[in-house]
């Protein structure tokens, strides 16, 4: 049940893992099998048009043996007879189901929120149909500084409308990001000529049948368009419906085989919730990778086959304005807030070689657990090379490399592409720098 990365990564382990199976896959929407994440770079004109974001037409799965029910949507779960219950009355029997119906975003609370030319970017087709209103548009206010949030104001400026950024928080992605990877962003976006509103709540979307702009508590913003990019929340009224047990998260509760409570129904991607590997506290709503990832673990266990899923590390990277940031799990500002101790080391350290044209700064700051000094988090902002520290630092951090072991690491030297210094091994010497001056330095 469902067309996202989770539901066709689990169509195709299932058919995989048994390719007698019978697999059926059932999706609202018009499409499966695009990339809903390259919707931002195609609004922002970065890429030249949403075709490229098709992945496999509709043959390819037919070919593959997988029955892909469009436009179908599943109104109830009957557990107890082995059934999911179609739009129109339809009884469909199954031996074992995926519940993969991913995200909603957070309803804004706010009135107006049902007038025309409010967008959610998700489906693309409606995004297709949303696109050619940007030629016309001028203004545009942009709703949370979420990770999409932050994809769209660099997407909207960089196509050239008066893009305003509205969050309640202080900051940019501040519920992941430390103030000081989000301020190179910030000075970024300004050169860019957004106009960010942080500390400022959303009170209502203004217009009569269509938006013509919001109230906030700081005054009134004129907008052509708003698009709306609120937090994930897991899509599952059907599952709860069907006594699937739910976590503290929202999220469905599942175990390494993506198991849910009820017998022969799995779950996989932004419905459910996972633990992170360190602190075993559940996460909700991580990325496209994880769902894709975890629909094959559920999709394989389902048809029969063996392949666990672990507790996650959640390395996480994009480019926001003029920059690119990313970490691993938690940053001081998520840690302090959990409550959870660390010791920090911080770099600045340059991308390639101090005399090679277009080199960048990258700025690391390492989290450890105080004694063992196992890597906890990371956070990073640069210019490039984001993407790998995150994901090298994620496979450290979930094999138990400390501080030590970064601060001695061998590293790439190439004019063109690394530097002497690596910026992770610099930041893992002052980490232990600072443990060798004492507390407090
Ligand atoms: C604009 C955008 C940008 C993104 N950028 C990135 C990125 O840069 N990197 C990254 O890793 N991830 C990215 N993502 C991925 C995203 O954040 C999610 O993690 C991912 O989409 C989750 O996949 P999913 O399959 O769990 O759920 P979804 O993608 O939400 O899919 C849910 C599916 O369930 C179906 N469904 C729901 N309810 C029913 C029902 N009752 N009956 C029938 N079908 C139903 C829907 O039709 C849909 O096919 C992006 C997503 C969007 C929308």
Redesign the pocket.
Known sequence: ???????IGAAGAAKQASPDARVQV????ED?GYS??G??YVHGREIESFSGLILQGKEFYEKAGIDVRYE????SLDVGAGEVVLAGGERVGYDALIV????TYADPGVPGSQLDGLHY??NIRRAMEWDPILDQAKKAVVVEASP?GL?MTTALAHRGLETHLVDAHPWALSEVADPDIAAPVQASWAEMGVQMHFNTRLEAFLGSTTVTGVRTSEGEIEADVVVVCTH?TP?NA?ARAASIEIGSTGGIVVDERMATSRAGVFA????IEVPQGSTMLPLQ???????YSQ?KVAGTNAAGGQRAYDPVFVPWG?VAGKWMIGGVSFGETTAGALGIPFHMGVAEGISRARYYPGLHKVRVKLLAEPGSLRLLGAQMVGGEGIKERADFLAMAAKKGITLRDLATMENVYSPPIGALNEPIALAAQNGLARLARGPGS
């Open positions: 049940m469902g067309g996202g990365a989770a539901g059932f999706t609202e929407f499966v809903p994440c919707i931002p179908t949507t599943v109104e993969a119906t991913g995200f970017v998700k999409l994809e994930k899509n059907l996989a991607g932004d419905c709503g991580l990325s496209g990778s994880h769902a629909g994009m």
